[in-house]
């Protein structure tokens, strides 16, 4: 069956066409929003999907508009756009670095953002806005340093992945240091902000990330032909017209805010950014970095935790971090049996 078709517009332009990856976003995309209505309908006051539909609408009653707008849709689109965000960034790194242990999550970009966020709870016990700003530059500053110890002659490969091992757990062992020197009120709120999760999220969320996805998500895209190109190598890719250090440094950019701002909005999600870019190009069979297919996995994996940690354990309610860092485990020790077997580590 052939899957690529060249669509031409009246135009003269020719565009590409690959339906199997075009298949699998929209059903991606259909799976995150049923999940999400299912989950703005779960809760201590349950209400049917067909009920939130017409809530969202404009069409439910006065408690039902107060319990979905206000209470849970903005944890819904949070959970969304974390996942997107973190897909998205993951599939970034995993196709700069060519390796698909190449993201967030074993970098330390996560726990740069955490690090960043421990500081203002421990040290100055900040406000939840310090906190999201602290997590975000902690992120930055990490990316920052990855980047320059990773340099030589360029950033490739191995050598990033590498690197970002070593900078994590320096990082990992910061964050530990700051858990000791905090009292245990400071204690106890830093430790439920770095499982991860989805409580307590509000419009005040939702803005700043949906703002920062609106500009970053199209630069992604505008750069995804450089970024497909630089996966044949730098030499090829050099040959080809594109400016590989320039649109590596622009998209690792991008990469890490998306990832920061995620972790500043949600704590450290683990393994959506790794997982999620693996799935969907299982799913795509597509080569290059998938991109939007990856974030709409983001999506989906992300709110489909949520609702499995509030229903799947009876009465107790588990941080979505933890439902992820469980499934994404798994996932990891399955990677990584793999790519041993298949003689890349």
């Known amino acids: 069956m052939k899957t690529n078709r060249a669509v031409r517009t009246p135009g003269g332009l020719s565009v590409r066409l690959d339906v199997r990856a075009l298949t699998v976003v929209v059903l991606l995309l259909l799976a ?13 006051f349950p209400i049917s999907a067909a009920d939130v539909l017409r809530t969202l609408v ?27 965000s973190l897909g998205l960034g993951g599939a970034l790194f995993q196709s700069i670095s060519r390796n698909p242990l190449g993201s967030p999550d074993v970098l330390g970009l ?12 421990v040290l100055f016990s900040g406000s939840a806005t310090q906190v999201t700003a602290g997590a975000l530059v ?12 990773a340099w030589k002659r360029g950033v490739h490969g191995y050598r990033l992945v590498l690197v970002g091992i070593g900078v994590s757990a320096i990082v990992t062992a910061v964050n530990g240091y700051l858990l000791t020197k905090a009292d ?4 106890a709120r830093a430790v439920v902000w770095m499982t991860g999760s989805l409580d307590g999220r509000d419009w005040d969320q939702v803005w700043p990330l949906l703002a920062l996805c609106a500009v970053l998500v199209p630069l992604v895209l505008a750069n995804s032909r450089g970024l497909r190109m630089m996966e044949m190598g730098d030499d090829v890719s050099s040959a080809l017209g594109v400016r590989v250090e320039r649109v590596r440094l622009l998209l690792m950019v991008a990469a890490v805010l998306l990832t920061a701002s995620a972790t500043a909005a949600a704590g450290p999600v683990g393994f959506v950014a ?9 799913l795509t069979r597509s080569p290059g970095p998938n991109l ?19 229903r799947a354990f009876g009465s107790e309610q588990l941080p979505v971090g933890v439902v ?18 298949a003689g890349r580590i």
């Open 32 to 44: 995150a929003l049923a999940a999400s209505v299912v989950l703005i309908g779960t809760g201590d």
């Open 58 to 84: 404009g069409e439910g009653d006065a408690g039902q508009e107060f319990i979905v707008t206000e209470l849970r849709l903005p944890r819904v689109l949070v959970g969304l756009l974390v996942g997107a």
């Open 110 to 121: 996560g726990q740069g953002a955490t690090a960043g966020a421990l500081t203002m709870i």
């Open 138 to 149: 902690g992120g930055l500053v990490t990316g920052f340093a990855i980047y320059v110890l």
């Open 184 to 187: 245990i009120v400071d204690a």
């Open 274 to 282: 790794l997982t999620a870019p693996q799935l969907a190009r299982r």
């Open 292 to 310: 939007v297919a990856s974030a709409c996995m983001g999506a989906a994996l992300l709110v489909t935790a949520d609702w499995i940690s509030q």
């Open 324 to 341: 992820t860092g469980v499934l994404g485990g798994v996932y990891l020790l399955w990677l990584l049996v793999t790519e041993r077997r």
